[in-house]
């Protein structure tokens, strides 16, 4: 009785922690999106894209200050104290050095762009690698507890008070330094709120012993981690290198709309599924049901969300952020595209996190960030919209890599988890057909298109999986009941 005790309270907790993940990431993600509109129609293109020079350098330097301990801390079953303030002192002194090295780099960074404004900006910018490396540890500690109910406070408030700021100084005028304040201020936010929401202190105890332990599987994580965050970004590297910064702009903002739905999915459920995967990684058919439920619930809501935002991309657009933007219509459709696939195949990775094999993930990062390398240098000449199509290609062959292994480990192979995803890339793409037809219909505005085009996309969809009963939306679908009854009491 007692495996089944505990197999119950750990479906409860994940339910829990998957119903709070989904709160925090709709929540953080839609005000993230009504604040970057608002931005949007009172800033420029250029404006964004002078930001997006500078991801790929924040992204790194935010790697280097966690350096995988914090997915090990995750990982190891049994943390002390002394593991935890080990990190936690290893982090400030990680970003107090990256800090330093980002200041002194500014001028070169702003001589490879040819932006001098870039200087003040990027020396600004290093201090949120300072200020976040103060809550590091505790954001890890509560992703470990599998507590996001916490984690979703935290995040939209930090979001709504750093837009706030944002969106007023846009208003006065201050151009790019309107997001930069936001950025900063998010993070002085978001790490006020996690020393304020979390119990834990730091003690005066530091172990290299600590670290050591922790270094076989968190060196590996990290430099799995800087390749993904250097290729994850050197797209705006290289626009932002080989084209104008209004160019980068549009391509930001439209890589912004289509990670909406990628992220907020494949962010919701990674944070879940790697601790709770983590938790029962001795017992394979335990673990191969979690990944193919968790494959079906991705695929039930991000099928239908990508496809069609594909095809209201220019109504929503020319809305949204007004005719000044339309140039990214063609880029956020293609994005889309590539973003079919993206929380699929980030689901995998986990997974190979959580059975500790480290050393097959980074093999895979490796491979495919020679593939994107290979993608940039033939494709960049003939513009970015060429360079996405080569990013569509290469999320196919990203899917194949990354689910190569657990279908190996697990039993679980790539053929047969696209037979369980058919279905549902089935009913999104008749789906697709009915709001692009709506579309030749003779409408008064934009406005009138979309109210029309996204309901009729939502009854269509989940009207055929209703009739032919998918898996995953007969769960949700219960699941929701459940939780209603329950509320009624």
């Known amino acids: 009785m007692q495996p089944s005790a505990g197999n119950q309270k750990l479906k409860e907790r994940t339910s829990k922690a998957f119903l ?30 002078l930001i997006g020079m500078l991801a790929i350098f924040m992204a790194v330097g935010q790697l280097f200050i966690s350096s995988g301990f914090g997915s090990a801390l995750i990982q190891k079953r049994e943390a002390t104290m002394r593991d ?65 109910k916490t984690q979703t406070k ?12 944002g969106v007023s100084l846009a208003f006065l005028d201050f151009g790019v330094w309107s997001l930069v304040a936001q950025q900063i201020s998010s993070s002085v936010f978001r790490t006020a709120l996690l020393w304020m929401f979390n119990s834990w202190r730091p003690a005066w105890v530091f172990c290299f012993q600590s670290l050591r332990e922790m270094f076989g599987f968190g060196s590996r994580m990290f430099f799995s981690g800087l390749l993904n965050q250097i290729f994850q970004n050197i797209y705006l590297l290289a626009i932002g290198r080989f084209f104008s910064a209004s160019d980068l702009g549009y391509f ?103 059975l500790g094999r480290s050393d097959l993930f980074l093999r895979l990062e490796i491979v495919k960030k020679i593939l994107i390398v290979i993608n940039i240098a033939v494709t960049w000449r003939w513009g970015i919209a060429a360079m996405i199509i080569g990013m569509v290609i290469l999320s196919m062959i990203s899917y194949y890599l990354n689910s190569y292994y657990t279908g190996t480990l697990l039993g679980y192979p790539i053929s047969e988890q696209l037979r369980d995803l ?68």
């Open 20 to 49: 709070w993940s989904f709160i925090d990431s709709i929540g953080f993600r839609g005000v993230q999106l009504i604040i970057g509109i608002i931005l949007a129609r009172l800033l420029f293109p250029e404006d964004f894209g």
């Open 84 to 148: 935890t303030c080990s990190i936690f002192y290893f982090n400030i002194l990680a970003g107090l050095v990256m800090a330093l090295f980002l200041c002194a780099a500014a001028p070169w960074i702003a001589s490879f762009y040819n932006q001098p404004i870039l200087t003040p900006i990027t020396r600004s910018l290093s201090l949120i690698l300072v200020i976040n490396s103060f809550g590091l540890i505790q954001a890890t500690i509560l992703t470990k507890n599998i507590d996001f």
């Open 154 to 165: 935290i995040s939209l408030i930090a979001s709504l008070l750093s837009g706030i700021i």
């Open 252 to 354: 930001t903002r439209a890589k912004t709309l289509e990670e909406v739905p990628t992220l907020t999915l494949s962010g919701m459920v990674g944070r879940v599924a790697f601790p709770v995967f983590s938790a029962i990684q001795d017992d394979r058919p335990r673990l191969k049901r979690g990944l193919k439920r968790a494959l079906l619930v991705l695929s039930l809501f991000n099928f239908p969300m990508m496809i069609g935002l594909a095809i209201i991309a220019r109504p929503l657009v020319l809305v949204l952020l007004t005719d000044k933007w339309a140039e990214c219509i063609i880029y956020l459709q293609l994005l889309c595209l590539a973003g079919l696939l993206t929380p699929i195949h980030s689901i995998n990775l986990n997974m190979l996190q959580a």
């Open 422 to 489: 058919f279905s549902y890339l089935m009913m999104a793409g008749i789906m697709g057909f009915a709001v692009y037809g709506i579309g030749f219909f003779p409408f008064a505005n934009d406005w009138s298109l979309l109210l029309v085009q996204i309901p009729l996309g939502g009854v269509v969809y989940f009207g055929l999986c209703r009739i032919f009963k998918l898996a995953a939306f007969m769960e949700v679908w219960q699941e929701i009941r459940t939780k209603i009854k329950v509320l009624r009491g």
